[in-house]
């Protein structure tokens, strides 16, 4: 499978621990996009790298969230003292040129 | 800041009919692109069509066309001949044209069901 690939697919924590997702993006994709989907929403811009340099963040990404992609490579995204309106499907895309591809997304369950 | 809105938070199709799901838009931008997604359960989303803004031309992919009106800031997406498989989340989502790298900003969404 050479698509956008997300782990782990399903994660739920204890309020104020710490989780980690991977995305792994495309072969070759040099940009890499983070979204936060919650349920009955569209998805919403979390963070933005081109190849390892973070040129974007949403103010929607508390200081709770730090995202990095050492190498260009595959990405992580770190949500420390998880709160329970961090759950929502946290998504990943890939680009290379205009059109970005999603993984299937990484859903977390915080109780 | 660019807004994207789907009024449509349901619609239902027969199979082999044709449905029509509505978006709206603001932006002062002038170069943008436009974009449909299909979000199955618990699957991936997946880009069902795109639109430039400077082209006049609605574009079309198979059984799925747009009406864009760049003038109305309206985006809709038909679907033709409906198939069990169409039936998914679908989301509208804009983006800036200047660069490569910018981000998607998305609608709430439209369900829709296709029924036998």
């Known amino acids: 499978d050479t698509g956008v690939s997300q782990d782990p697919r399903h994660k739920i924590t204890k309020r104020g621990q710490n989780v980690t997702f991977r995305c792994d993006p495309i072969s070759e994709h040099n940009r890499l996009y983070w979204y936060r989907q919650t349920l009955g929403q569209g998805p919403e811009f979390l963070t933005y790298f081109q190849n390892e340099a973070q040129l974007e963040k949403s103010r929607l990404l508390s200081d709770r969230f730090s995202a990095e992609r050492p190498k260009g490579s595959f990405s992580t995204l770190e949500i420390q003292r998880t709160e329970q309106g961090d759950s929502a499907m946290y998504l990943c895309a890939s680009s290379l040129t205009r059109r970005p591809f999603f993984g299937q997304g990484t859903r977390l369950t915080v109780v | ?116």
Do not use: H
């Open chain 2, 1 to 116: 800041a660019q807004t994207v809105t789907q009024s449509q938070p349901e619609m239902s199709v027969q199979e082999a009919e044709t449905v029509t799901l509505s978006c709206t838009y603001d932006t002062s931008e002038s170069d943008y692109y436009l974009f449909w997604y299909k979000q199955p359960p618990s699957r991936q989303m997946i880009l069902v069509i795109r639109q430039e803004a400077y082209k006049q031309q609605n574009a079309t992919e198979n059984r799925f066309s747009v009406n864009f009106q760049k003038a109305a800031k309206s985006f809709s997406l038909k679907i033709s001949d409906s198939q069990l498989g169409d039936a998914a989340m679908y989301f509208c989502a804009y983006r800036r044209g200047t660069g490569t790298a910018s981000k998607l900003t998305f609608g709430t969404g439209t369900r829709l069901q296709v029924t036998l």
